[in-house]
């Protein structure tokens, strides 16, 4: 009888297994920041139970911030990963699908008498489902540009970039509405007796939803064929016109909840500021999810803690008194390591790097 003998981990080997995983890049830039935050303040993380102005118990504190605020960003994440996955490129639209989403909101809730009505003059889900179908209908105008017209993603999606804003603006006749009824602001602050931020309960259910999605479902499996080789893909049965669509559309379903969210905060919107440059941070929590922005293989739950690292840093540089236009330039510091890591020739590099040391800690001589 022959006895099979179990490998034993190493410390070597555990290492190596963590910091191949796709999700090593986030999670190593959160406990930079996680460190960061220790040294330099601990009572960064503390988190307490006070009373707001209208007397309603709510928790507060920075990691509070954290979630509560970072919860937009989160949930454009999962459709953002999904059209980088499928399509190669990115969505630069989806600040501007929030802005005509969230205004398509407001409309419906004020109605068409007075923009600002004592009243809402329609169900807060009838709204929402309206404000889903116009970004349903902005994700499936890129969807057709980019799936059936062959056109480069960023290039598709700067057309509603550039005129987004002002049809956003369009829907309210250049006015801004008011909705003066408590409960809409629920979904943006939070419900009376729930001291937890509403919105992060927003985030946990789309997080429910995309991961059922992806386990009981062939999406992510042909999302990844399709972004990894679209022509093999095709030979094999897939549709890749299909799969490039669908992704557009579950990233508008994502912009329209994210939509609903900016505009309960305030219970109104302007337009040219809301979601301002968020497209860009959404890029970016794809690329700190260690996914390829070209496509192919993704991660979600990377690029969603990538969001969070994102808006972790964000809130790290506020309470250092960082003022909020020189954020970007910060920012860009992420986007260029990022960059310079995933360029071919330092990939190359570091790879043989790690060759070297690997053989030098196995005994091995290099050549």
């Known amino acids: 009888m022959q006895k099979t003998e179990k490998k034993k981990l190493t410390v070597k080997d555990i290492l190596k297994n963590i910091v191949s995983r796709q999700i090593f890049i986030p999670i190593a830039a959160l406990l930079a920041l996680v460190l960061f935050n220790l040294i330099m303040d601990p009572g960064f993380f503390a988190v307490t139970l006070k009373t707001n102005s209208a007397g309603n ?3 507060t504190g920075n990691l509070i911030t954290i979630l509560d605020y970072g919860s937009e960003l989160a949930i454009l994440a999962i459709g953002m990963t999904l059209v980088t996955a499928a399509a190669g490129g990115q969505d630069i639209s989806v600040g501007a699908g929030i802005a005509i989403s969230g205004s398509v909101i407001l409309r419906v809730l004020c109605g068409s ?4 009505p004592d009243k809402m003059q329609a169900p807060i889900i009838v709204a929402f489902l309206a404000g889903c179908l116009a970004a349903v209908l902005c994700g499936a105008f890129n969807g057709v540009l980019v799936a059936y017209f062959k056109i480069q993603p960023m290039v598709a999606t700067l057309i509603l970039y550039t005129a987004g804003r002002s049809i956003a603006a369009w829907v309210n006749l250049n006015q801004l509405p008011i909705v003066n009824d408590k409960s809409f602001g629920y979904f943006g602050n939070i419900i009376p007796g729930i001291p937890i931020p509403t919105p992060i309960f927003i985030t946990a259910a789309c997080l ?3 991961a059922l999605l992806m386990k009981f479902t062939t999406l992510g499996l042909y999302t990844q064929s399709v972004g990894i080789n679209e022509s093999s893909s095709r030979l094999n049965g897939l549709n890749p016109i ?4 669908l992704a557009f559309v579950i990233l508008g379903l994502c912009v329209a909840v994210a939509g609903l969210i900016k505009v309960s905060r305030l219970s109104t919107i302007n337009y040219s500021v809301i979601a301002k440059d968020i497209e860009m941070d959404a890029i970016l929590a794809v ?9 192919g293989k993704f991660n979600i739950a990377a690029s969603v803690l990538g969001a969070y690292v994102i808006q972790f840093l964000t809130t790290t540089l506020y309470k250092y008194d960082v003022r909020s236009d020189a954020l970007p330039a910060y920012k860009a510091i992420v986007v260029i390591v ?3 890591l995933s360029a071919p020739t330092v990939r190359r590099y570091l790879n043989g790097f790690k060759k070297k040391l690997t053989l030098r800690l196995s005994g091995k001589e290099v050549g």
């Open 113 to 116: 008498t007075t923009p600002w």
């Open 242 to 245: 299909l799969i490039k669509f």
């Open 57 to 59: 118990p709510v928790f």
């Open 208 to 210: 429910i939803i995309i």
């Open 338 to 340: 990022l960059v310079v």
């Open 287 to 295: 690329a700190l999810g260690g996914n390829v922005l070209s496509g």
